[in-house]
């Protein structure tokens, strides 16, 4: 354990970049660091986190290891304007960057200290009564090394260890500004995150394009279901047309469309079809026919022409087994479980969707998608335990708004409308009739 310098006595609060301040590239369920410019993006709580904790008096340093520099992979420049607008955007009093490619090769690479030892230096840092917050185990360990206290922000990194030994764990770095400044309950049930701090990811569901075009400039939104059901009720006469025209303005972002075959040769051909549309396609197969019967065959015949697969309709763990069973370990896919459906049935959906969890494991490639939700609170608890996506209605994803809103402020503004909606009304009662 390394002691602070002498005449230290600023307390720091030391922050990994990418996954903690920046939001990493995912490929196949790991972080990377973003290559371009235009990729390099906050989350957004991270400013007002860091105002909270400069303004109770911390100094804030970035450490960051960016060994695509010694790999040739990002030119120093495009890393030094990444900087440049992290010193505009963020309060942000130091920025340590290590670009080695081997921890052996330095002093200064995390799980190496060397950097938060320099911060230390030169500003006068009291490592003791500081914090290290980071999303891998190499982070916590520089910040152990340092005699700092740690923070792990855990983001259940596929194929990547997590530290053994830390103070704290959290879920956003919104929750490591709370544990800092000393913010209670920390109890997620009981403290509810933020819409930006949700790790779920949100897909509009539905089949009206002005509708989904409006849900495509929602920085919450970040993929798109629909189905014949949805389509019909919306007046679309031609399915190609209308997933055509939706593709044309949504080109980043996931798009499920479903096959509406109930035989097995026609939804291979369906299926084919659909994917044909776009590289951002999922196609959506049902768990089974109208008949009952399990459409693995299906799933493995489009999975080995690698076509990205939402599989639907999901009711059971044992339905979720057998898919599991059926996809190609080496294509994308989503697996849809009614949660909601479930609900609908008497049955808590939370330790059955924590179940389907489990049984996907095996399948890294594989998404848990929460679907039917009925009420806000379902997206908090898809996130709570650990669910990739969930799909909402437009008037659902409205209700974020609510989130975090004051409780007597609200039962003041319900008191209002039915004040007004009662002398709008024009309701009266005879009180003279009713006087003693």
């Not at 403290?191 to 929602?218: Q, Y």
């Not at 974020?400 to 709008?424: I, P, W």
Request: with cysteine.
């Amino acid at each position: 354990m390394v002691t602070a310098p002498d005449g230290a006595g600023r307390r720091a609060v030391f922050l990994d970049r990418d996954g903690v301040l920046v939001i990493p590239q995912m490929r196949d369920g790991r972080s990377f660091a973003p290559q371009r410019l235009e990729d390099f993006q906050f989350y957004p709580a991270a400013k007002a986190t860091l105002d909270r904790l400069k303004a109770a008096g911390y100094l804030l340093v970035v450490v960051t290891n960016q060994p695509d520099v010694g790999h040739g992979i990002i030119v120093q420049s495009t890393i030094e304007a990444m900087h440049e607008r992290m010193r505009r955007e963020l309060p942000i009093d130091c920025i340590e960057v290590c670009c080695h490619t081997r921890a052996e090769d330095c002093a200064c690479r995390k799980p190496k200290p060397g950097m938060l030892l320099n911060a230390a230096r030169g500003y006068g840092i009291d490592l003791k009564n500081s914090f290290m917050i980071g999303d891998r185990a190499s982070d916590i360990t520089a910040g152990r090394l340092a005699g700092c206290k740690t923070i792990f922000i855990d983001l259940d990194y596929a194929s990547e260890s997590k530290p053994q030994t830390h103070d704290y764990s959290v879920r956003s770095l919104r929750e490591a500004g709370d544990i800092i400044l000393g913010v209670k309950p920390i109890n997620r049930r009981q403290s509810m995150p933020r819409a930006a701090d949700l790790r779920v990811k949100i897909f509009a569901d539905g089949a009206d394009l002005k509708g989904i075009l409006e849900m495509h400039r929602n920085p919450l939104i970040s993929g798109f279901t629909t189905n014949p059901t949805l389509m019909r009720k919306a007046g679309v006469t031609d399915y190609e047309a209308f997933a055509r025209k939706l593709l044309e303005s949504v080109t980043e972002y996931p798009v499920s469309f479903e096959v509406f075959a109930d035989d097995f040769p026609t939804m291979i051909s369906q299926g084919r079809a659909i994917a044909s549309w776009g590289k951002n396609v999922n196609v959506k197969i049902p768990v089974m026919t109208t008949k009952g019967e399990f459409t693995g065959p299906v799933l493995r015949a489009l999975a080995a022409q690698h076509v990205k697969l939402n599989v639907t309709a999901i009711m059971s763990t044992e339905q979720v087994r057998a898919v599991a069973e059926a996809l190609d370990p080496s294509v994308p896919a989503i697996v849809s479980v009614f949660a909601g459906r479930i609900a609908d049935t008497g049955l808590d959906p939370i330790p059955h969707m924590i179940e389907c969890k489990k049984i996907l494991a095996s399948r890294s490639k594989a998404e848990l998608l929460w679907a039917s939700p009925r009420e806000l609170l379902n997206i908090f608890q898809a996130d709570e335990i650990g669910c990739h996506i969930i799909t909402c209605t437009n008037d659902m994803i409205a209700k974020l708004n609510l989130v975090g809103k004051d409780l007597v402020e609200y039962s003041r503004e319900t008191v209002q409308m039915v004040y007004r909606d009662a002398a709008a009304s024009s309701f009266s009662i005879d009180l003279a009739k009713h006087a003693a």
